[in-house]
């Protein structure tokens, strides 16, 4: 798929999937965030004229989900809720009919009767006496914490202590299309799967499991994805086999493709508490960090209840601090379950560390930049090894921070900042941050392979899935740093099991290195077994056989002996393919420096972003094209997060704000130009020397402003303010009234 398409309407997503006999599916979904289900009755809904079936818990045979685990299997997930709820938009009832209106309106006439029960909706109640166990199996609502490894650091030395409590609340990854599905039964009780997701051979393992089928009687193929940012890496997994299992059950296609409410809810991260303390010398030099993280898991722990022990890895940034002392939770509420969202886990570590930092900058009269300068790690202490255990790969840091300052005008704004204190009554603020991202985190295991038509168009196949992305036109490159090809000489599936399945998918921005060097190792591997075919073919020396632009390969100076690719397969007793299995040795660490310039009005607290600046460094830069739209959207995702994005529950757990009316996700008319820069440190655990840059935007945007809007009233007496910066909330600062 080339943009074009997109921007032309051209491109096919699951929702566009017609299979003959297509039904649809709607979900009925509990009304209480904590309740026994005394009665349901679905008469009615089955009555109504053009519905196929109606599914409960105990009509469809599946085996709960279960993600992690390191999570005890009692938290698993129900597909459909069976006795209980435990959070406003659980699904009950899966309604089937001929049409999606259909579906809708007969879910209307499902009765279901609760015995409503305690709801525990805030994290901060989970260790009174009075609250409510969720799971009665597990004796604790803390699902999994993590004690300090080092609960009495060395404090020598300390001269001040800066301590900040933090806020991040929960947020919606908000892609254009939601989940989508449509499970098509083959013959032979297989399935065949279209479905919006990051993951296609996590999405098949998890179907086949929860059914209990052969995995190869399940193929799952990706269509255009609508953006992903972590919820489809292992969020819709219930809807995924829901709608799996009735298909299987009807024997005809089953399609659901949610609702923006229901999405809003469905698809949620952060929603993270801690408090951080900074031990530091009187003229700024870190010494120890310490910090307690609390995060809310939602109902059914998965993805996101394992972020804390990132974020308690990630903790020291980019600096040489020599001391940590880290614990951390995360505690089950009457909540939908939380994901991953775009940097889950070092996006919270870059807010506790570099908001914390610029309070210390603060109470020493030391300027942002400055503090950060002479805490940085150098770029000859690589491989570093952190207090919490990483190990990083490579870095820059302080040729990151320079290039960030001088692209700015850093000293100039500054200058503007104090003049525009005594001439304007708008308030302007500065933010910077820098941070590292870990890349390649959790798996770093991803193959490849490369084939060649009887056509002699190189087709390769990976087990990626685009949402956004366009990896084709990086592994494109690849190809072509081997061998001579056009594009579209040069054809990409990807996101399809019955053509690959070694693959862990798209996520944790590891595809251009880890799938990125499985494609370059089997190009370089066939061009090997090209040269070798040529060489028998030819009988000449394989030293004296090469490539000609267009898909051709011969003699050395005799260019009359050639064959194109289409001809060498044709004489070819074997096929001529390869392919790769990469490994890679440890994660990589790419960084960024952000700028943020911001406007206020100081009468109304209203916010307007001015300026966002980016350097980024993620390693040797593969495709310049994405790589730069890459950091632009991750950072216009940073700003909103930091200035307008909160999911918001009532002290029911009742939902406030699922509708993109109360959930403020801004347009681009609210973004400022995102200017945009690189610098390369070339990571040596992969071959190709990259580094992942989907999540470093996210990582540094939002706390970069958020310092600038602190920075614009710092001078008025405000210290802190939590995410999102809020008009209300600065404004009750300005005025020092409670909000």
Not at 118 to 137: H, K, Q, S, W, Y
Not at 531 to 537: D, I, M, S, T
């Amino acid at each position: 798929m080339t943009t074009p398409e997109i921007l032309r309407g051209e491109a096919l997503f699951t929702a566009d999937a017609r299979a003959q006999g297509l039904v649809h599916l709607h979900f009925v979904r509990s009304t209480c965030a904590s309740a026994r289900i005394v009665a349901l009755s679905t008469d009615d809904a089955k009555a109504f004229p053009g519905v196929v079936a109606v599914f409960c818990a105990e009509d469809l045979p599946i085996i709960p989900v279960w993600e992690i685990a390191l999570l005890p299997e009692d938290f698993a997930q129900p597909p459909l809720a069976q006795n209980f709820v435990r959070y406003v938009g659980e699904k009950v009832v899966a309604v089937i009919a001929e049409s999606p209106a259909i579906a809708a309106d007969a879910a209307e006439l499902v009765v279901i009767d609760y015995e409503p029960l305690p709801a525990l909706t805030d994290m901060r109640d989970v260790g009174l006496e009075t609250a409510p166990v969720l799971f009665p199996n597990h004796p604790s609502n803390v699902c999994l914490q993590w004690p300090s490894d080092n609960a009495t650091p060395d404090l020598s030395g300390t001269e001040v202590v800066t301590s900040v409590s933090h806020s991040i609340p929960r947020l919606s990854c908000a892609p254009i299309e939601g989940h989508a599905i449509v499970a098509t039964p083959q013959p032979g009780d297989r399935l065949e799967i279209l479905v919006s997701t990051q993951v296609p051979v996590a999405a098949q393992r998890q179907i086949a499991r929860s059914l209990q089928m052969e995995l190869s009687d399940v193929r799952v193929v990706i269509p255009n994805v609508g953006g992903g940012f972590g919820g489809k890496a292992a969020g819709g997994v219930c809807e995924h086999v829901v709608v799996a299992a009735a298909a299987r059950l009807l024997g005809r296609p089953v399609s659901f493709i949610e609702d923006r409410n229901a999405n809003l809810s469905s698809m949620q991260g952060r929603g993270v508490r801690n408090h951080v303390k900074l031990h530091a010398t009187s003229d700024g030099r870190l010494l120890a960090i310490e910090a307690d993280i609390t995060a809310d898991a939602g109902a059914y722990p998965n993805v996101g209840a394992v972020e804390p022990g990132k974020t308690r890895m990630m903790v020291c940034g980019p600096y040489g601090i020599a001391a940590a002392n880290i614990t951390a939770q995360s505690v089950v509420t009457n909540l939908p379950p939380v994901g991953a969202y775009r940097g889950p886990g070092r996006s919270e570590a870059a807010v506790m560390l570099e908001r914390t930092l610029d309070v210390l900058a603060d109470a020493l009269c030391i300027d942002p930049v400055e503090i950060r300068k002479r805490n940085l790690l150098t770029a000859d202490v690589f491989p570093y090894l952190a207090p919490t255990g990483l190990e990083y790969d490579s870095g820059n840091y302080h040729d990151l921070l320079d290039l960030l300052v001088a692209k700015s005008g850093y000293r100039n704004l500054r200058q503007e900042q104090l003049e525009r204190r005594t001439t304007s009554g708008q308030l302007m603020g500065i933010g910077v941050s820098i941070v590292i991202d870990s890349t390649a985190w959790f798996s770093r295991t991803e193959g490849a392979s490369i084939q060649i038509n009887d056509d002699g168009n190189i087709v390769v196949l990976t087990g990626s899935a685009s949402a956004g992305q366009q990896h084709g036109n990086l592994y494109r490159s690849i190809v072509q740093r081997v061998l001579p090809l056009a594009n579209d000489q040069i054809h990409i599936v990807e996101g399809d099991t019955g053509q690959w399945s070694q693959s862990d998918g798209t996520m944790g921005s590891r595809t251009a290195q880890l799938a990125g060097t499985a494609v370059f190792r089997s190009v370089e591997r066939l061009h090997d077994s090209l040269r070798e075919a040529a060489a028998k073919q030819f009988e000449a020396d394989i030293q004296d056989i090469v490539f000609y632009p267009g898909g051709s390969i011969g003699v050395r100076g005799v260019p009359s002996r050639s064959l194109t690719f289409a001809q060498l397969v044709t004489f070819s007793e074997e096929p001529i393919e390869a392919n790769c299995i990469y490994e890679q040795a440890g994660a990589t660490y790419p960084a960024a420096a952000h700028l943020s310039v911001v406007e206020i009005d100081g009468s109304t607290g209203k916010v307007v972003p001015l300026r966002h600046v980016a350097v980024t460094d993620c390693g040797v830069v593969l495709d310049p094209d994405s790589a730069r739209s890459q950091v632009i959207g991750a950072t216009a995702q940073g700003i909103s997060q930091a200035l307008y994005e909160e999911f918001v529950f009532d002290e029911d757990g009742n939902p406030l704000t699922n509708s993109f009316a109360d959930y403020a996700v801004p347009s681009a008319a609210e973004i400022p130009g995102i200017e945009t820069h690189f610098i390369e440190t070339p990571s040596p655990r992969n071959p190709l020397g990259a580094k992942g840059v989907g999540e470093i935007g996210m990582i540094a945007a939002p706390v970069a402003v958020q310092n600038a809007v602190i920075d614009a009233v710092r001078h008025l007496g405000v210290q802190h303010l939590d995410m999102p910066c809020t008009p209300q909330k600065i404004w009750a600062a300005i005025n020092q009234i409670e909000n």
